[in-house]
């Protein structure tokens, strides 16, 4: 699926139901989501629609977003 994207943060949690939709009707176990830059509005739609975070490039968020007292960190990164 994709690329998908909107220009109106308005639309970003049907965007994160859309693409979770289209994944359980095609029987996908696995859906990796690339957000590029800092995105707060899109990572904050997919969390509320359920996905959760694999991997941290970099982090950088002048809000605080998601809820990481669940994650656990490996490879030096610090969040």
Known sequence: ????????????????????????DMGVETIL?????????ALDAFLRAGLRVEF?????????IGSFESYLLAGGMLL
């Not at 308005?10 to 979770?20: N, V």
């Not at 989501?33 to 509005?41: D, E």
């Not at 941290?56 to 605080?64: D, H, I, L, V, Y």
């Open 1 to 24: 699926m994709g690329p998908a994207g909107v220009i109106d943060p308005r639309y970003s949690a049907g965007l994160a139901w859309a693409i979770t939709e289209a994944g359980r």
């Open 33 to 41: 989501v690339t957000v590029p830059g800092v995105n707060a509005g």
């Open 56 to 64: 941290f490039g970099a982090w950088m968020s002048a809000k605080p």
